[in-house]
């Protein structure tokens, strides 16, 4: 429970990765991308359920064989290539299960913790809900990792085929006079229901942060990634 209301992880896991198939069910220290994010979320004490949506088949019996997890068949439009995380959070509400505790009357907190972002732990999410503590005034927080402030002077090639700086007033500018700059890394995002249901999206703009070395930061997407795992796992 969390301000009185309860927490329910969610877990997406969707089958046929392009870029490495299989990867949800693939094995980091002994445990399945799915097995490692459901044992942080239990094992942070925060959480009340933990929920995997997927739409396949040897996803879903794997959940079931994990302890006290809920395995659930996200519908078609939400496990198409186009579908987005709030997708997956709205097919929760469609569904009439009486095992997954969402409903507007037992509006819970989310926290969502993709599979392929194995290197945040049960610590993460409850230091997480402890800086939530520290600012009551807050509904949200994303996880985040640095960006190397050279991203000031990212390019793009413009209409007439010569380069064009994204930041103009950066160009000429020392890297010592940027602000630090963060990136989304995808390992853990908290929200209230209520912030959901105003837009039907994960509410980032606004969110407080919560700041994970780039070392815990890999997302598995390729298996150069899943090597820098293993090797930041060490």
């Given at each position: 429970m969390f301000r009185g209301k309860p927490?329910?992880?969610v877990i997406p896991a969707r089958?046929?990765?392009k870029g490495l198939?299989?990867?949800n069910l693939m094995k980091l220290g002994g445990l399945t991308m799915i097995e490692r994010a459901a044992k942080a979320a239990f094992d942070s004490g925060v959480v009340d359920m933990v929920v995997v949506s997927s739409d396949d088949d040897e996803i879903l019996k794997h959940a079931n064989s994990i302890g006290n997890v809920v395995a659930h068949r996200r519908n078609e439009y939400a496990a198409n290539d186009t579908a987005t995380a709030g997708d997956v959070i709205r097919d929760l509400f469609d569904s009439d299960r009486d095992d997954v505790i969402v409903s507007e009357d037992n509006a819970p907190w989310f926290v969502y913790l993709q599979p392929t972002s194995p290197l945040r732990s049960a610590k993460h999410i409850l230091a997480a809900f402890e800086k939530l503590v520290d600012h009551p005034e807050s509904n949200a927080i994303v996880s985040v990792a640095p960006?190397?402030?050279k991203v000031y002077w990212t390019m793009k090639i413009g209409e007439t085929g010569v380069l064009e700086p994204?930041?103009?007033d950066a160009v000429s500018a020392n890297r010592q006079s940027f602000d630090p700059v963060y990136r989304p890394n995808g390992a853990i995002y908290i929200f209230c229901y209520d912030d959901f249901t105003k837009t039907g999206k994960i509410p980032i703009m606004g969110a407080l942060p919560f700041v994970m070395t780039v070392d815990e930061s890999v997302d598995i997407d390729t298996q150069a990634d899943f090597e820098q795992a293993k090797a930041n796992l060490r």
């Open positions: 927490v329910l992880a089958g046929g990765s198939p299989g990867k960006l190397e402030p994204l930041f103009p």
